[in-house]
């Protein structure tokens, strides 16, 4: 069976420090690699994509991705109060639907 | 584009009752999803169309469960003789066709379902 591991958290932050968010993936055919933010009561969006090894930036988060260690994840830089959230990470292969992990809660604290 | 839309957004039900949801896509997506999250759980993925071929269902899906996409637009999903276990959120998710923006998926707001 497929599986997306994360690390439940809670993951505390100050304000202005850098949190890292790190995921790992039981599937070598795994292809597109995603990480959504998800509020409390709220439905999840996503903020980064990636598929290609390496590290790929938008703004404040940076992602990053080891296919040949299985691995995947998100930094966020300057973490403000409004980054807390359950940030979830995803991952599908080709023509299969996407796979979700248990969440990460983030708490930043000012 | 009015986004995902679910309906209704909260269903309360007697256990052994039938209940059905309601998934209206972003109009130009073509691939539809169905998820359930429980608290403290990431979504836990249930079954996708394709325009209105169900190409995948998770082998967890119990037999009481059955989606339907019949025209290529809006989905329903039905739960019959609903149990205590079910009570979770039901959301929706669609995305657009081919490459690698097929696997990009926006979620509607959700169907809560609270069984008693």
Redesign the interface.
Same mark, same amino acid.
């Given at each position: 069976q497929k599986e997306?591991e994360?690390n439940?958290g809670p993951l505390s932050v100050p304000e202005g420090a850098i949190a890292s968010l790190n995921c790992t993936y039981s599937d070598r055919g795994s292809q597109?690699f995603?990480w959504y933010r998800q509020y409390s009561g709220?439905?999840?969006? @996503?903020i980064m994509?990636i598929?290609s090894n390496g590290d790929k930036e938008d703004g404040r988060f940076t992602a990053q991705l080891n296919k040949a260690s299985q691995y995947v994840s998100l930094l966020i830089r300057d973490s403000q109060p409004s980054d807390s959230a359950t940030y979830?990470c995803?991952v599908?292969a080709a023509?299969?639907? @996407?796979?979700?992990?248990?969440?990460t809660t983030l708490s930043v604290s000012s | 584009d009015t986004g995902v839309s679910q309906d209704p957004r909260h269903k309360i039900t007697k256990r052994g009752q039938n209940v059905t949801f309601r998934c209206d896509p972003i109009s130009e997506h073509n691939r539809l999803?169905w998820?359930r999250q429980t608290l403290?759980?990431?979504?836990?993925?249930l079954t996708?169309f394709q325009n209105e071929a169900q190409?995948?269902k998770s082998r967890l899906l119990s037999d009481r469960f059955s989606a339907e996409r019949p025209k290529g637009s809006f989905s329903t999903l039905e739960i019959q003789r609903t149990e205590q276990g079910d009570s979770a959120m039901y959301?929706c998710a669609s995305s657009r066709p081919g490459g690698?923006r097929a696997?990009?998926?926006?979620?509607?707001?959700?169907s809560r379902l609270t069984v008693l």
């Open positions: 997306v994360q439940s597109s995603f709220k439905s999840p969006e @996503l994509s598929y979830l995803a599908n023509g299969t639907a @996407l796979i979700f992990g248990k969440g | 999803y998820y403290g759980q990431g979504p836990e993925f996708y190409l995948e959301l690698a696997n990009v998926l926006t979620f509607g707001a959700g």
